[in-house]
């Protein structure tokens, strides 16, 4: 079925970086924008960016640009968001959701999530 | 950034009952093309959110038509017109019209029964 598999829950130090992954499988990868969107417990979702598959070409929100680097593998129909000198603000679930390229249908396929912990 | 704002933020209801939240944009959502971009995500207690409309007005495959989404521009609603026990969870509006795009989503509102 169509669905979009992250990696497991991460604890990282302040000043490391994480690399969260995010595997579709039951549609063509390629077709669809992937974004990557964060969320602290209490809180709001928080949109970081998104790579396109097919040409590997991102675009961030400002407040991560910087920090934040998204890539894919199309071989494997995966893609990664890698955030680097983290702070214990960025503690959050962070979700993958596919968007299709072309004509806007929404964010209708997400993650599960993958809980990042940052504490020293 | 488009700065996205709903109410209420809190939302107690009785099943069977009719509901709307209410989410209002900083800036227009009306693209040149006519759509206004403006979705609808519904996180229930421990899940991923979901979508439920996109488009301001189009109903996500599989979402059940007592849900609907209307407005332009600024001001859009979400509608239910019959709340259900499964229907518990918290709504975000989402704009997606800002480019470079800037997704924002409203501060949620949370739905919960009597």
């Known amino acids: 079925q169509v669905q979009l598999v992250q990696s497991g829950a991460e604890v990282k130090k302040p000043g490391a970086s994480v690399r969260v992954s995010c595997k579709a499988s039951?549609?063509?990868?390629?077709?669809?924008?992937i974004n990557w969107v964060r969320q602290a417990t209490g809180q709001g979702p928080e949109w970081m960016g998104w790579v396109n598959p097919n040409s590997g070409n991102t675009d961030y929100a400002q407040k991560f640009r910087g920090r934040v680097t998204m890539t894919r593998d199309t071989s494997i129909s995966t893609a990664y968001m890698e955030l680097s000198s983290l702070r214990s603000d960025d503690t959050a679930v962070y979700y993958c959701?596919?968007?299709?390229?072309?004509?806007?249908?929404?964010?209708?396929?997400w993650g599960q999530g993958t809980t990042v912990t940052v504490s020293s | 950034d488009i700065v996205m704002t709903q109410s209420p933020l809190s939302l107690p209801v009785t099943p069977g009952e009719p509901v709307s939240i209410s989410c209002r944009s900083s800036?227009?959502?009306?693209?040149?093309?006519?759509?206004?971009?403006l979705d609808w995500y519904l996180q229930k207690p421990g899940q991923s959110p979901h979508l439920l409309i996109y488009l301001g007005s189009n109903r996500a495959s599989g979402v059940p038509d007592r849900f609907s989404g209307s407005g332009s521009g600024t001001d859009f609603t979400l509608k239910i017109s019959r709340v259900e026990a499964e229907d518990v969870g918290v709504y975000y509006c989402m704009q997606a019209l800002q480019t470079p795009p800037a997704y924002t989503f409203g501060q949620g509102t949370k739905l919960e029964i009597k």
């Open positions: 800036q227009s959502l009306l693209h040149r093309d006519g759509y206004n971009y």
């Open positions: 959701a596919r968007e299709k390229i072309g004509p806007y249908y929404g964010m209708d396929v």
């Open positions: 039951g549609f063509t990868f390629t077709s669809y924008d």
